[in-house]
């Protein structure tokens, strides 16, 4: 038999029972683009951290716990960490030395809810976030108490703008000063603060969420933060050390997220192997009668085993192509809540949803395959 002959029945097996083919790609699509979307959320944070992180001013970042505490948002610092830091400038070559404060305000709608961060008013947005643009109203300046500069996000979602009022918490409240341009990252839902402003707010005056530090040699960013963990028995950490963090937490949360799709992948293989074992029952008088023209075991096993493929094949791009409906969702709602897109179609993730969905038939038509090459001719042309 030709290599033509192997496609034609494969297809003609599929297509013969045109409804039940369908369902089963189905299944397969629904599989494929679950993991599809989950993994993707891991791919478009990567990018959002990459890209945000990396403009970032402070090369280290001093705190008590280090990334074991996420972004160092509890204010667990002394305060007189930022003096001790700063006593050390001239031995380390520190540029710029910034006492952080950050606290996270919270809502059951998560558009509401927003990252409170808290810096010396003289320094400036642009001492840790150098990106930051005032789009309407002015920055914060040396002198400023009871301000804000707030996001663009954060403004349009809580409906601010200069001049609102806007309450921390029930004993104190700020004015908006100015509004932050569009950056398309982490700092759209970011609150701006004068340092003393939110510290007395969230009754932290004595403390510091982190100290972030700018070198004059970014170079050494390394081994500066070696000998200064050292000199003052905290954790330092580099840029490049956070940005491993955030990729060793995704691909955690990388691992789990495809766990979850997998339950979904083993039932459409199942629905495969159920669809090809059937069509191998009710053509086992065709198989037979190929048997009985000459057709080798192994030829009747790879017209089995290509039906299977084909289906999976069909499913994986189906699948594909309904992830990327279902990522344009999702960065459609992250877009409207936080101006970020979540979720991101790479090459690598394509390739791995296609080669997941061939193996997934690969596996599914082993058996099926197996028990076709098996048959005996006379026991096939005996069955009505």
Do not use: C, H
């Not at 992180?53 to 204010?75: E, F, H, M």
């Not at 580099?238 to 339950?263: C, K, M, N, P």
């Not at 970020?340 to 993730?349: G, K, N, V, W």
């Amino acid at each position: 038999m030709k290599r033509s002959d192997l496609w034609g029945f494969a297809v003609r097996g599929l297509t013969r029972r045109p409804v039940r083919t369908l369902l089963t790609a189905l299944g397969i699509m629904v599989a494929v683009a679950s993991m599809v979307i989950f993994l993707s959320l891991g791919e478009g944070l990567r990018k959002v951290f990459t890209s945000e992180l990396g403009g970032i001013g402070p090369d280290l970042q001093v705190s008590l716990n280090g990334l074991n505490q996420g972004l160092a948002v509890q204010p667990n610092l002394p305060l007189s960490t930022a003096a001790d830091v700063e006593r050390l400038s001239g031995e380390f070559g520190f540029q710029q030395v910034t006492p952080v404060v950050m606290s996270v305000r919270g809502g059951l709608d998560p558009s509401q809810s927003f990252v409170l961060y808290g810096l010396p008013a003289a320094q400036g947005i642009q001492a840790v976030f150098p990106k930051a643009q005032v789009a309407s109203g002015r920055a914060l300046r040396a002198g400023d108490t009871g301000v804000a500069v707030v996001g663009a996000k954060a403004a349009e979602n809580a409906n601010l703008k200069v001049g609102s009022t806007l309450r921390l918490n029930r004993r104190s409240a700020v004015r908006v000063e100015g509004v932050l341009g569009t950056s398309g990252g982490l700092t759209d839902s970011f609150i701006f603060l004068p340092l003393e402003t939110l510290q007395r707010a969230i009754g932290a005056e004595d403390r510091l969420s982190l100290v972030a530090v700018k070198l004059r040699e970014p170079t050494r960013a390394k081994a500066t933060a070696q000998a200064l963990a050292e000199r003052l028995n905290l954790e330092v950490q580099t840029q490049a050390d956070f940005l491993s963090f955030i990729e060793r937490a995704l691909r955690i949360s990388d691992a789990v997220r495809f766990g979850i799709s997998l339950i979904a992948l083993i039932v459409g293989g199942l629905a495969v192997a159920n669809t090809v074992m059937m069509g191998v029952f009710e053509r086992t008088r065709e198989f037979g009668t190929l048997r009985a023209m000459g057709a080798r075991p192994g030829f009747v096993s790879q017209v089995v085993l290509t039906e299977s493929l084909l289906l999976s094949l069909i499913g994986g791009v189906g699948g594909v192509v309904l992830g990327l409906l279902g990522i344009l969702g999702v960065n459609a709602y992250t877009q409207n809540l936080a101006n970020i897109s979540a979720a991101a179609l790479t090459p690598r993730l394509v390739l791995l949803a296609l080669g997941v969905s061939l193996l997934l038939g690969l596996m599914a038509g082993l058996l099926p395959a197996r028990s076709a090459g098996r048959l005996r001719i006379t026991d096939a042309l005996g069955r009505v």
